[in-house]
């Protein structure tokens, strides 16, 4: 799988992104990178920054994104391309340190496409997603002359997926230069003492009478049936998704977590 090396900053890309030519300028997203192709009979590989996934060992990072893929893509879109050598590059979002709207924010947003000759311009990039039926990451200028763009006087906007200040933007040229802009109130983002969650507590907080209901609706919307068990499915990801910091990275005991999601997705659908 081809890979993808990280975004330069600014102060270290390459002068002549700002020589000449046109800009987007894109949302920079706090997340992991997560690679995929897709094989001639419809087949998914993933892939990190630095190595192939394999199917029955997905980080837990990755789990919610790689699922959400394979739910969402639209295969006859895929199977109708030649997608020979070509390879597919996105966020995959889960809690790190922007405190992301986790109900609005897709799972992954794609950043790149290489065609398995060369990296497509911002433009093919956003279609391919699109065609795919992916969200492609969002952009907030698009076609600017690169010689009008002034970093020293520039401010990082607010973003697209809760209400604060972007984690930064990327700026890409067509011909597939590329730099970044961190906002300043990430570069150095304050230690916090680590602390140890209480399972019940995040599991509580999160699993509210609402979330199980817009849940049941939304299995019974796609044709499956709101039980338990498709209940735990649908929520367990989601929760590890938006609470990893508290749960993954915290080392909770994750068989606690699913005892507590199971026992009040239990108790909804009794009371």
Same mark, same amino acid.
């Given at each position: ?31 992991? &990178? ?38 969402? &893509? ?5 199977? /109708? ?71 020293? /006087?520039?401010? !990082? ?15 890409r040229s067509k011909t597939g230069k590329r730099a970044a802009i961190q906002a300043e109130q990430f570069r ?40 338990s068990d498709a209940l735990f499915d649908y929520l367990f990801d989601r929760l590890l998704r938006q609470e ?11 068989? /606690? !977590? ?14």
């Amino acid at each position: 799988m081809h890979p993808y090396l990280s975004i330069p900053s600014l102060d270290s890309a390459a002068d002549e992104l700002l020589e000449d030519g046109h800009l987007w300028i894109q949302e920079l997203i706090d997340g992991d &990178l997560l690679r995929f192709r897709i094989d001639s009979s419809g087949g998914l590989q993933f892939g990190d920054q630095s190595r192939v996934l394999s199917p029955d060992d997905i980080p837990l990072e990755y789990r919610y994104a790689t699922q959400f893929v394979e739910r969402s &893509l639209d295969y006859e879109a895929a199977l /109708s391309a030649d997608l020979d050598g070509v390879v597919f590059y996105s966020v995959a979002t889960y809690q790190r340190t922007v405190p992301y709207d986790w109900d609005r924010m897709p799972p992954v947003l794609g950043i790149d496409v290489w065609d398995g000759e060369r990296f497509l311009p911002p433009d093919a990039v956003e279609q391919a997603f699109e065609r795919l039926d992916l969200d492609p990451v969002n952009a907030f200028a698009k076609e600017i002359r690169a010689t009008d763009f002034d970093p020293e /006087s520039y401010t !990082v906007p607010g973003s697209n997926w809760y209400d604060g200040q972007a984690y930064g933007v990327v700026l890409r040229s067509k011909t597939g230069k590329r730099a970044a802009i961190q906002a300043e109130q990430f570069r150095e983002p304050e230690e916090t003492p680590p602390t140890t969650a209480d399972p019940a507590e995040v599991v509580d907080e999160f699993a509210t009478p609402g979330r199980l209901e817009r849940a049941a609706t939304t299995l019974s919307e796609q044709g499956d049936a709101p039980e338990s068990d498709a209940l735990f499915d649908y929520l367990f990801d989601r929760l590890l998704r938006q609470e990893h910091q508290s749960l993954v990275e915290e080392g909770v005991h994750l068989g /606690s !977590v699913r005892a507590r999601l199971s026992e009040r997705i239990n108790d909804s659908i009794t009371d």
